[in-house]
């Protein structure tokens, strides 16, 4: 009896070491895992700074960009304004002519003429995917007024 009294109580020491054992042994497997999770957020938090800094110098160079494009627009306005002032002087030839016919011509020419300088100054604020459409209908609307000019003042 006392033997099995003893082989009793090994076998229930043995089976408490063991458990203690595999509590352990999960325990440290828990305090690896959050460790590696802390890794993975402590890496995270560090893409998440870099990202930061990226968008930070897209901003910065968007900004430039839209100045940039400002200041070219304003460019290509003076440009048009002046080749605008060439044409006004031109109308005021024809009118000078005196004759019914080269005033009703430049009537006409300078309803035109106001036509396009209301064009030239939506410059600054027509959008990005009608740019394109635009600068080409105005160059093109400013040929064939010069071309009739041509015409007229021969």
């Known amino acids: 009896m006392r033997t099995h009294l003893w082989i009793i109580l090994a076998s229930t ?34 893409d998440i700074r870099e990202e930061q800094k990226d968008v930070t110098a897209e901003r910065r160079e968007l900004g430039e960009a839209s100045r940039d494009l400002s200041s070219a627009r304003e460019t290509y306005a003076a440009q048009l304004r002046a080749r605008l002032s060439r044409v006004d002087a031109r109308i005021i030839e024809l009118r000078n002519r005196g004759d019914a016919g080269s005033k009703a011509e430049a009537a006409e020419l300078q309803e035109r003429r106001n036509q396009l300088a209301a064009q030239i100054d939506r410059v600054q604020d027509l959008p990005e995917p009608e740019w394109d459409n635009f600068k080409s209908d105005l160059g093109k609307s400013f040929d064939a007024m010069e071309n009739d000019l041509d015409d007229a003042l021969d």
């Open 13 to 46: 020491f043995g089976l408490a070491a063991a458990s203690c054992d595999k509590k352990d042994s999960d325990l440290d497997r828990a305090a690896e895992r959050v460790d590696e999770a802390r890794e993975r957020v402590t890496a995270q938090r560090a």
